[in-house]
């Protein structure tokens, strides 16, 4: 599976991105997909993950209420819509699969992972 990440950038706190994981090579809809991001001398954390059917979720803490993750397995992708963003929210996205299928918060569960995306907030 190779994955893509796009739709990063540099946006103003209280603003939003959509960021897109477009997969090619095989298709997802049997694999949980998760969101992960790594800040400057950070280690890298999880942000969200998806059930391979998109009926289960799992979010992070820091992004509860803020953050949604959703899927399209007809288009092969996955998406993370981030709102009220936060000069904390200011790292490198990755999106991964994982082939257990439920969306797990470790990044070691994870067979594939994207090349990342850069998301700036600024103050």
């Known amino acids: 599976v190779q994955l893509q990440a796009s739709g990063g950038g540099l946006v103003q706190a209280g603003g939003s991105l959509r960021l897109s994981c477009a997969a090619s090579?095989?298709?997802?809809?049997?694999?949980?997909m998760g969101w992960f991001r790594q800040a400057p001398g950070k280690e890298r954390e999880f942000v969200a993950g998806?059930?391979?059917?998109?009926?289960?979720?799992r979010y992070a803490d820091s992004v509860k209420g803020r953050f949604t993750i959703s899927r399209d397995n007809a288009k092969n992708t996955v998406y993370l819509q981030m709102n009220s963003l936060k000069p904390e929210d200011t790292a490198v996205y990755y999106c991964?699969?994982?082939?257990?299928?439920?969306?797990?918060?470790?990044?070691?569960?994870?067979?594939?992972w994207g090349q990342g995306t850069q998301v700036t907030v600024s103050s």
């Open positions: 998806i059930s391979f059917s998109g009926g289960s979720t």
């Open positions: 991964a699969a994982e082939r257990y299928g439920s969306g797990q918060a470790a990044p070691s569960s994870y067979d594939y």
């Open positions: 090579g095989q298709r997802i809809s049997r694999y949980g």
